[in-house]
DNA sequence: GTCTATACCGTGATAGAC
DNA sequence: GTCTATCACGGTATAGAC
C-alpha cells in the first residue's frame, strides 16, 4: 500500500503542493511557495515532476488509489455483513462517507489537505470533468449501483441527482471554508467532521428514500 | 432596481470579469484577459475599480443585492400563503431554490456566470469566510428562522448542518462542473437546473425532517 | 469624466550551466 | 541534484487623447 517514496525530498514537495493547492488553487500557487514550505530548491520541483501541470496530477493521484481501497472495502464490508437484501441505504453512505473521517482522524495533517484538494476539483468547472472522472468514476458507480439495489425500482436519474446532492454536500464538508462557523455563531464548527457525518448519513438515506422511492 | 451603469464600458468589464473569474477563479484570470474579453483597454479595470481584488469585488457585490430581495420575497410569498403553522419545509427550501432556476432561465448567461461565481467562492477555503457572510448570512438566517418554525424542537445545531448539506449540493448544481454528465453517461446534465431543483427540493426537505424531528 | 497607449518593475515558469 | 539566468507575463501607474 505504501509505495516508497522517490526522494525524501519529492515527498516534501507532494506534501507542500498538496496544502497550497487545496488552500489556494493551482493558480493561486507558485513553485516558488511550493518549493519555500518544502525548504528546497525552486528547481527540484521541475526535476522530479516537470511542469506545474504535472505535479498537481501527481498531487492529485497520490492519495487516490489508497481512498478507493478504503471506501471499497469499507463497501465490500458492509455487503458481507448485510443479509440477502444487501445493506440498506444508510449502510452504504456509511461506508461512502466514514474513510474519510478516518483518513482525517489518523492525525496525518496530509490527508486533511488531499480531501479538501478532491473538493477544490470536484466543485471547479474546469477541473471538475477533466480530473474526477478517470480516477474516481468506476468505485463511485460501485455504490451506487449498491443503492440501486437498496432503492428497488429507483430511476437511474432519481439516482445520479442524488448522488449530486450527496457529493455536493460532502465537497463542501471536505472544503472546510469555516463558513459554518460563522453562520452558526460558533455552534457549528467545519473541522468538526464526526457532527458532520453524523447528520450526513441520516440526512441523506432520507433524501435518497424520498427522491428513489416515490412511486 | 437596475441602477444606472458608472458607463457602458464598466459593465462590459464587470460581465467579462463575472464570466473568467467563475470559470478560473481569482488567480486564474489576468486583467489582460478581462479587458481583451470585454473589449477595452488593459488600463481601464483600474481606472473604473482599482485594484484587481476590488474588481473581484465589485463583481461579487453586482447582483447581491438582486439576489436577495427575489429570494426574500419568495419567502414572504410563502410565508403570506400559509396559514398560522407557517409554510413547509418544502415551501421554505422551494423559496430558497426558485428565484436561482428563476435567474439562470431569463437568458442572461450573466446570471448563470454570476452564480457560479458565488458556488466558487462558497467552495474556497480562502474566500468563504472571507466573502459570503457579509452579503448573505442576514437572508440565510431569514431562511434559517422558517426552518426553525418548520421543525418544532429541532436543535440549532442540527438546523445548521442540514443548511449546510443544502447550501453544498445546491453550490455544486451551481459550479455547472458537468462532472454528473460523465458519471451518468448522459443521462442528466449540469445545465438542466430544473431536474436538479425538482429532486433538490423533496430530497432536502425529508433531509431536514429525519434530522431535525428525530427527537 | 472616460478611455487608450505605453511604460515600469516585480515575479513567474522553465531551461541550461554547474 | 542544485544554482542561476532567461524571458514572458503579471498588476499597476502615468500621460495624454477624446
Same mark, same amino acid.
Given at each position: 500500500?505504501?509505495?516508497?517514496?522517490?526522494?525524501?525530498?519529492? #515527498?516534501?514537495?507532494?506534501? %507542500?503542493?498538496?496544502?497550497?493547492? /487545496?488552500?489556494? &488553487?493551482?493558480? $493561486?500557487?507558485?513553485?516558488? *511557495? +511550493?518549493?519555500?514550505?518544502?525548504?528546497?530548491?525552486?528547481?527540484?520541483?521541475?526535476?522530479?515532476?516537470?511542469?506545474?501541470?504535472?505535479?498537481?496530477?501527481?498531487?492529485?493521484?497520490?492519495?487516490?488509489?489508497?481512498?478507493? #481501497?478504503?471506501?471499497?472495502? %469499507?463497501?465490500?464490508?458492509?455487503? /458481507?455483513?448485510? &443479509?440477502?437484501? $444487501?445493506?440498506?441505504?444508510? *449502510? +452504504?453512505?456509511?461506508?461512502?462517507?466514514?474513510?474519510?473521517?478516518?483518513?482525517?482522524?489518523?492525525?496525518?495533517?496530509?490527508?486533511?489537505?488531499?480531501?479538501?484538494?478532491?473538493?477544490?476539483?470536484?466543485?471547479?468547472?474546469?477541473?471538475?470533468?477533466?480530473?474526477?472522472?478517470?480516477?474516481?468514476?468506476?468505485?463511485?458507480?460501485?455504490?451506487?449501483?449498491?443503492?440501486? *439495489?437498496?432503492?428497488?425500482?429507483?430511476?437511474?436519474?432519481?439516482?445520479?441527482?442524488?448522488?449530486?446532492?450527496?457529493?455536493?454536500?460532502?465537497?463542501?464538508?471536505?472544503?472546510?471554508?469555516?463558513?459554518?462557523?460563522?453562520?452558526?455563531?460558533?455552534?457549528?464548527?467545519?473541522?468538526?467532521?464526526?457532527?458532520?457525518?453524523?447528520?450526513?448519513?441520516?440526512?441523506?438515506?432520507?433524501?435518497?428514500?424520498?427522491?428513489?422511492?416515490?412511486?
Amino acid at each position: 500500500m505504501s509505495e516508497k517514496p522517490a526522494s525524501p525530498k519529492s #515527498e516534501k514537495i507532494l506534501d %507542500a503542493a498538496e496544502k497550497l493547492f /487545496a488552500l489556494h &488553487g493551482y493558480d $493561486g500557487v507558485t513553485l516558488r *511557495q +511550493i518549493a519555500t514550505t518544502a525548504g528546497v530548491d525552486v528547481a527540484l520541483a521541475n526535476y522530479h515532476f516537470g511542469r506545474k501541470l504535472a505535479l498537481f496530477s501527481a498531487v492529485f493521484e497520490r492519495r487516490a488509489a489508497h481512498l478507493n #481501497e478504503a471506501r471499497r472495502s %469499507a463497501l465490500r464490508a458492509c455487503q /458481507a455483513n448485510a &443479509g440477502e437484501g $444487501g445493506p440498506s441505504v444508510e *449502510q +452504504i453512505i456509511e461506508a461512502f462517507l466514514r474513510p474519510l473521517e478516518l483518513a482525517q482522524e489518523t492525525g496525518d495533517a496530509g490527508w486533511q489537505h488531499y480531501l479538501a484538494l478532491v473538493a477544490y476539483i470536484n466543485n471547479s468547472p474546469y477541473w471538475g470533468q477533466r480530473m474526477m472522472s478517470r480516477l474516481f468514476d468506476e468505485l463511485v458507480l460501485e455504490f451506487i449501483d449498491a443503492l440501486r *439495489q437498496a432503492l428497488p425500482g429507483a430511476a437511474d436519474r432519481d439516482l445520479f441527482w442524488c448522488y449530486h446532492n450527496l457529493s455536493g454536500a460532502l465537497t463542501l464538508t471536505l472544503a472546510q471554508t469555516g463558513r459554518i462557523d460563522t453562520l452558526s455563531q460558533g455552534k457549528c464548527l467545519s473541522s468538526d467532521l464526526q457532527a458532520a457525518y453524523d447528520r450526513m448519513i441520516p440526512f441523506m438515506a432520507a433524501g435518497f428514500r424520498e427522491v428513489c422511492m416515490k412511486s
